[in-house]
């Protein structure tokens, strides 16, 4: 079968993603995260490409960056192929290591790019690794704040200063609410409604006065009314609402279904 063609940003910045096989923990070592770092540093040295933004997680990575469609899937075979090179021979194992094609997301306005770039930070904290981006060392957070460049392109800190003018402000940001769900990973963004979707349902039982989420199954009507609030405030179907309510709620009972 032939594989989809990518689109093409009409900015020419995209946000790009890779995980691991079987999402098998990839960078679970702090060596790993920075043999992966070193990589895309001697790569960007070589291919067309800028780099705004990064993350490695344990089993995944998110880079922000502007290329031209040719130059950004040179840059991301070449540095996902010579990790897999390096990881195959340091576990002494064999076959793929990262699932797949990279996956590619067009940024396309300037308010995309931002709570793109936010939401790149934010993920060790969505992932409960810790409580605030700022103690991530595997991110282009910390460049930022630092001003220190690593990995991002000095343009990045232009954007930065254009935007914000201060660093206070930029960390303001930070901490504000990700209204843009992006075209991530299926159980990483699953996890991001589920985080959404706890806190209606706690904010329901405060108003109500239950204490027990087990309730809800017997409560029909308000069970109905909190499915209504979470497909308005998240923007999924019943069914969906239905299934995140049900994991919430029990999260021993089978999803298939709600």
Not at 97 to 103: D, H, L, P, S
Not at 134 to 162: D, P, R, T, V
């Given at each position: ?20 096989v ?18 895309f ?41 010579e ?5 195959n ?33 934010n ?39 254009n935007?914000?003018?201060?660093i ?26 589920k ?49 995140l ?14």
């Amino acid at each position: 079968m032939a594989s989809t063609r990518r689109k093409i940003s009409c900015t020419e910045v995209y946000h790009v993603m890779s995980h691991g096989v079987n999402k098998e923990k990839i960078f679970a070592k702090n060596t790993e995260r920075e043999k992966m770092l070193s990589i895309f540093k001697e790569y960007a040295e070589k291919y067309d490409v800028e780099i705004y933004g990064y993350c490695i997680m344990n089993n995944h990575i998110h880079l922000l960056l502007k290329a031209q469609l040719e130059e950004l899937s040179g840059y991301m075979q070449k540095t996902i192929s010579e990790y897999a090179i390096y990881y195959n021979w340091k576990k002494e194992r064999r076959g793929h290591v990262f699932q797949g094609r990279f996956k590619s997301e067009c940024i396309e306005n300037e308010a995309y790019y931002w709570n793109c770039l936010r939401y790149i930070h934010n993920n060790p904290v969505n992932a409960n690794f810790i409580k605030d981006c700022e103690n991530y060392k595997y991110s282009s957070m910390k460049e930022y704040l630092s001003g220190k460049k690593y990995l991002i392109h000095e343009k990045a800190f232009l954007h930065l200063q254009n935007r914000f003018g201060e660093i206070g402000l930029f960390r303001a940001f930070h901490k504000k609410a990700n209204v843009f769900i992006h075209k991530d990973l299926p159980e990483e963004v699953w996890e991001l409604y589920k985080k959404d979707a706890r806190i209606i349902v706690f904010n329901s039982m405060n108003s109500f006065g239950i204490e027990e989420k087990m309730r809800f199954w017997d409560t029909p009507k308000l069970r109905n009314g909190i499915i209504q609030i979470i497909c308005k405030e998240l923007k999924i179907s019943k069914k969906k609402a239905e299934r995140l309510l049900g994991e919430i709620v029990n999260p021993h009972l089978p999803s298939e279904g709600f």
